[in-house]
């Protein structure tokens, strides 16, 4: 019995142990107890994530959105719901009104505004900067007054900050605007810059003047550019300046201006040109400090100007880079802004004049030691004219040279004879060359540095033909042993009486005119001054060469006659002498008149190549040649036809067939002549010279030969009169007294057979 008791206990004892150590969820029983004690769900950081704490406890736990972060309260969940909090938005003064709030997560920053600092370690305690205190923002020239946030320079009386008033007082110079010893006031319309320009430098002083060079520029929007947009609207002048400044012409603007004054044509003087580039350089030295950071450009009728601009405490530093259509400049933002005192801005401009060139093509005799193998070379402009400007107030001594990339008016074929020369415009109305050198020329482009800054232009220079010993021989030579066969034709074809007819009328007035070009040729081509003397020769010249190949259509014509008209081929002489000369004198007159200064050159007593006068000449020599070998190829078809018919009169047939043979070799050797020549005066080699001279001494040679020296019946009376000649007096007495019948008739026979070219 007592036995089973104690069984019974230890049964009852072991069943109350087990029903001891199953704990409820959140606890658990330590090794060896029959206890449950906590479970501490946060050991080891807890599954509340990173924006969450986990809090324990008893028997659970739950998970505390940390501080930047919102979200309900989780029991027993593995994760918390929090949410960022926008303390920007939240709280939208979290920062005050002197800082920029930005959101973090689970935090915020504030970033002061410029001209504020913090020197707490409150965020939001953002306090005024005094700049005044700091170093002279004004440059000395003004009152700098704090500003909440900012601060404001008060230019004195003639210092400028271009309404700008975060920006350095610099001088303003109104009176470069005034004419006085300066740009020549002279020049219509340039009055209107310069007034204009002064008004507003003045205006400048006004402290409540805000000014904006857009207005002076009158820039179209789309022209107007920045680094990060493009102005869309066109800004209302009368809403830019106050009513002092209104005195500034606004409906006139500085490049319709100088539009008004180039437009007309050339500027007369050189004094005049620098008058208008010293006035415009000025003006943009005025207008560019007003204009926005970034790039400007615009264009009208006569200029393509831009402007690059760029603002701050510290002067800019990189390349620049402008360019427009027949410019390029190169160079860097420490050249422009220079070594001075900085104003708080840089600028620098590249303006190219789209027409100057023709006003400045002139003014050379400054330009020395440019000879090359002892030649002096002549000068004319090779591009536009372009000026660069900058802010820095010591351009004539640059720190660093610029290069100037300018295009050519025309593209040249490399050569001997040619050079490029990098010049600049002086204020006293010439060129020169100090300080600009070249780097680079190709057939399109030059490339200048310069060590100072102005207005640029590429001059071409152009070398003589060395003309050699043997040149000048052999053009003495053939136009002399030219001109004396010119005699032998004109007296042969005057008093050869069995070829007499229009045809020879035509030979005859035809050496003429070339023995006159000739001899014209030979005595002065190349005598140039006085400069009435040469333009007389080049006028002659141009006459009687006209005249050759005038009187070389009417050869054309008359053997189209005499092959095509059976009857009355001949051309009464009065026609012949109208059309062979008076048509040469019409030219030349019609010339002389629309172009007197095209006649004579630096060089050579002949027409000038510019401005197309040279056309007058080879326009009329195209036009003959052209109709000639119409008339020949007629001629030729329609003796092939006679030749082929049933009857033909062969002795008439050979004789035309001759001379028109006779008149396409003369038209080959004239016109061949003139194709080596076309140039020559101002552009041609060495080996075009020998062979224009060549063929232009061989002329009077070739239609001795071929007129003269060919033709049987003037071999005969060649014949007859040099037996007529070393025939003894005695001997022509004697045979004068002769009544030989057979003499008689032997020289009626031989007249009887001269008749016949003149029939013809």
């Given at each position: 019995?007592?036995?089973?008791?104690?069984?019974?206990?230890?049964?009852l004892?072991?069943?109350?142990?087990e029903g001891?150590?199953?704990?409820?969820?959140?606890f658990?029983?330590?090794?060896?107890?029959?206890?449950?004690?906590?479970?501490?769900?946060c050991?080891g950081g807890?599954?509340?994530?990173?924006?969450?704490k986990?809090?324990n406890?008893?028997?659970?736990?739950?998970c505390?959105c940390?501080?930047g972060?919102?979200?309900?309260?989780?029991?027993n969940f593995?994760?918390a719901?929090?949410?960022?909090?926008?303390?920007?938005?939240?709280h939208t003064d979290?920062c005050?009104?002197?800082?920029?709030?930005?959101?973090?997560i689970g935090?915020?920053?504030?970033t002061?505004?410029?001209g504020?600092t913090?020197?707490?370690?409150d965020?939001g305690?953002?306090?005024?900067?005094?700049?005044?205190?700091?170093?002279?923002l004004?440059a000395?020239?003004g009152?700098?007054?704090n500003?909440?946030?900012s601060?404001?320079?008060?230019?004195?009386?003639?210092?400028?900050?271009?309404?700008?008033?975060?920006?350095a007082?610099?001088k303003?110079d109104?009176?470069?605007?005034?004419?006085?010893?300066?740009?020549?006031?002279?020049?219509?319309g340039?009055a209107?810059?310069?007034f204009?320009?002064?008004?507003?430098?003045?205006?400048?002083?006004?402290?409540?003047t805000?000014?904006?060079?857009?207005v002076?520029?009158?820039v179209?929007?789309?022209?107007?550019?920045?680094?990060?947009?493009?102005?869309?609207?066109?800004?209302?002048p009368?809403?830019?300046?106050?009513?002092?400044?209104?005195?500034?012409?606004?409906?006139?603007?500085l490049?319709?201006?100088?539009?008004?004054?180039l437009?007309p044509?050339?500027?007369?003087?050189g004094e005049?040109?620098?008058?208008l580039?010293?006035?415009?350089?000025?003006?943009?030295?005025?207008?560019?400090?007003?204009?926005?950071?970034?790039?400007?450009?615009?264009?009208?009728?006569?200029?393509?100007l831009?402007?690059?601009v760029?603002?701050?405490?510290?002067a800019?530093?990189?390349p620049?880079?402008?360019?427009?259509?027949?410019?390029?400049?190169?160079?860097?933002?420490?050249?422009?802004a220079?070594?001075?005192s900085?104003?708080?801005f840089a600028?620098?401009?590249l303006?190219?004049?789209?027409?100057?060139e023709?006003?400045?093509?002139?003014?050379?005799?400054?330009?020395?030691g440019?000879?090359?193998d002892g030649?002096?070379?002549?000068?004319?402009?090779s591009?536009k004219?372009?000026?660069v400007?900058?802010?820095?107030?010591s351009?004539?001594?640059?720190s660093?040279?610029v290069?100037?990339t300018?295009?050519h008016?025309q593209?040249n074929?490399?050569?001997a004879?040619?050079?490029?020369?990098?010049?600049?415009w002086t204020?006293?109305?010439?060129?020169?060359?100090d300080?600009?050198?070249?780097?680079q020329?190709?057939?399109?482009?030059t490339v200048?540095?310069?060590?100072?800054?102005?207005?640029?232009?590429?001059?071409?220079?152009?070398y003589?033909?060395?003309?050699?010993?043997?040149?000048?021989l052999?053009?003495?030579i053939?136009?002399t042993?030219s001109?004396?066969?010119?005699?032998?034709?004109?007296l042969?074809?005057?008093?050869?009486r069995?070829?007499q007819?229009?045809?020879?009328?035509?030979?005859?007035?035809?050496?003429?005119?070339?023995f006159?070009a000739d001899?014209?040729?030979l005595?002065?081509?190349?005598?140039t001054k006085?400069?009435?003397s040469c333009?007389?020769?080049?006028?002659?010249?141009?006459?009687f060469?006209?005249?050759?190949?005038?009187?070389?259509?009417?050869?054309?014509v008359q053997l189209?006659?005499?092959?095509?008209?059976?009857?009355?081929?001949?051309?009464r002489?009065?026609?012949?002498?109208?059309?062979?000369?008076?048509?040469?004198l019409?030219?030349?007159?019609?010339?002389?008149?629309?172009r007197p200064?095209?006649?004579?050159?630096d060089?050579h007593?002949?027409?000038?190549?510019?401005?197309g006068?040279?056309?007058?000449?080879y326009?009329p020599?195209?036009?003959i040649?052209?109709?000639n070998?119409?008339?020949f190829i007629i001629t030729?078809?329609?003796?092939?036809?006679?030749?082929?018919?049933?009857?033909?009169?062969?002795?008439?047939?050979?004789k035309?067939?001759?001379?028109?043979?006779?008149a396409?070799?003369q038209?080959?050797i004239?016109?061949?002549m003139?194709?080596?020549?076309?140039?020559?005066?101002?552009?041609?080699?060495?080996?075009?010279?020998?062979?224009?001279?060549?063929?232009?001494?061989?002329?009077?040679?070739l239609?001795?030969?071929?007129?003269c020296?060919?033709s049987?019946?003037?071999?005969?009376?060649y014949?007859?009169f040099?037996?007529?000649v070393?025939?003894?007096?005695k001997?022509?007495?004697?045979?004068?007294?002769s009544?030989?019948?057979?003499?008689s008739?032997?020289?009626?026979?031989?007249?009887?057979q001269?008749?016949?070219?003149?029939?013809?």
């Amino acid at each position: 019995m007592e036995c089973w008791k104690a069984l019974l206990f230890v049964g009852l004892l072991g069943l109350l142990r087990e029903g001891l150590t199953d704990c409820d969820l959140g606890f658990t029983t330590s090794d060896g107890s029959a206890l449950c004690s906590d479970d501490d769900e946060c050991k080891g950081g807890g599954p509340c994530g990173k924006h969450a704490k986990c809090v324990n406890t008893i028997g659970s736990y739950y998970c505390h959105c940390l501080e930047g972060f919102v979200g309900k309260r989780q029991v027993n969940f593995a994760s918390a719901q929090c949410t960022d909090v926008n303390e920007c938005t939240a709280h939208t003064d979290i920062c005050g009104h002197a800082a920029n709030c930005t959101n973090l997560i689970g935090s915020y920053n504030c970033t002061c505004h410029v001209g504020y600092t913090n020197t707490t370690s409150d965020p939001g305690n953002c306090t005024d900067i005094d700049e005044c205190k700091e170093a002279d923002l004004c440059a000395g020239n003004g009152t700098c007054e704090n500003r909440d946030g900012s601060y404001r320079c008060t230019c004195s009386e003639g210092y400028t900050n271009y309404g700008k008033d975060r920006t350095a007082c610099s001088k303003l110079d109104c009176d470069s605007f005034n004419g006085n010893g300066g740009p020549a006031p002279s020049l219509g319309g340039l009055a209107d810059i310069l007034f204009m320009m002064r008004n507003s430098c003045l205006a400048l002083s006004d402290p409540s003047t805000a000014g904006d060079g857009k207005v002076l520029l009158q820039v179209r929007a789309a022209d107007t550019e920045t680094p990060s947009h493009t102005f869309r609207t066109q800004t209302n002048p009368d809403s830019i300046l106050n009513p002092p400044a209104r005195v500034l012409h606004l409906g006139q603007n500085l490049f319709t201006a100088t539009d008004a004054i180039l437009s007309p044509g050339p500027l007369e003087s050189g004094e005049d040109v620098s008058g208008l580039l010293v006035a415009v350089e000025n003006a943009l030295m005025l207008i560019g400090p007003q204009l926005k950071d970034g790039r400007t450009k615009t264009t009208t009728t006569e200029t393509d100007l831009e402007i690059a601009v760029q603002r701050g405490k510290t002067a800019p530093t990189g390349p620049i880079h402008l360019t427009n259509e027949n410019a390029t400049l190169d160079t860097d933002w420490t050249t422009a802004a220079g070594m001075a005192s900085y104003p708080g801005f840089a600028l620098a401009a590249l303006l190219s004049y789209k027409n100057l060139e023709a006003s400045v093509n002139r003014s050379f005799d400054g330009l020395t030691g440019h000879e090359k193998d002892g030649v002096s070379p002549s000068f004319q402009i090779s591009s536009k004219v372009v000026s660069v400007v900058v802010s820095n107030p010591s351009t004539q001594n640059l720190s660093s040279p610029v290069n100037i990339t300018l295009r050519h008016l025309q593209d040249n074929v490399e050569s001997a004879q040619l050079s490029y020369i990098c010049a600049y415009w002086t204020e006293s109305g010439a060129w020169s060359t100090d300080g600009c050198y070249q780097l680079q020329s190709t057939a399109t482009h030059t490339v200048c540095t310069c060590q100072h800054l102005s207005s640029f232009a590429v001059l071409m220079a152009l070398y003589d033909m060395e003309h050699t010993f043997g040149l000048q021989l052999v053009t003495k030579i053939g136009l002399t042993i030219s001109l004396a066969c010119l005699v032998l034709c004109i007296l042969t074809f005057k008093f050869c009486r069995s070829i007499q007819g229009s045809r020879t009328t035509i030979h005859l007035h035809l050496c003429v005119c070339l023995f006159m070009a000739d001899l014209v040729f030979l005595a002065g081509i190349s005598q140039t001054k006085p400069v009435g003397s040469c333009r007389f020769v080049a006028a002659m010249l141009h006459y009687f060469f006209l005249g050759v190949f005038t009187w070389m259509l009417l050869e054309g014509v008359q053997l189209y006659r005499m092959v095509v008209l059976v009857f009355n081929a001949s051309i009464r002489p009065l026609y012949l002498f109208l059309a062979g000369y008076g048509t040469p004198l019409l030219i030349v007159a019609i010339s002389a008149i629309i172009r007197p200064n095209g006649y004579g050159t630096d060089h050579h007593c002949w027409l000038s190549l510019e401005h197309g006068l040279i056309w007058s000449f080879y326009s009329p020599v195209c036009f003959i040649i052209i109709l000639n070998v119409f008339f020949f190829i007629i001629t030729v078809w329609k003796l092939a036809q006679k030749f082929t018919s049933l009857n033909p009169d062969l002795s008439k047939l050979h004789k035309i067939k001759a001379f028109t043979v006779t008149a396409i070799a003369q038209m080959c050797i004239l016109g061949l002549m003139w194709v080596f020549g076309a140039f020559l005066f101002e552009e041609g080699t060495t080996v075009e010279a020998y062979i224009f001279t060549i063929l232009n001494s061989l002329q009077g040679a070739l239609v001795f030969i071929m007129h003269c020296l060919l033709s049987k019946q003037v071999r005969d009376e060649y014949a007859h009169f040099l037996s007529c000649v070393c025939t003894s007096q005695k001997k022509r007495y004697s045979d004068l007294s002769s009544t030989n019948p057979s003499s008689s008739q032997s020289q009626g026979s031989r007249s009887g057979q001269n008749t016949g070219e003149s029939k013809i």
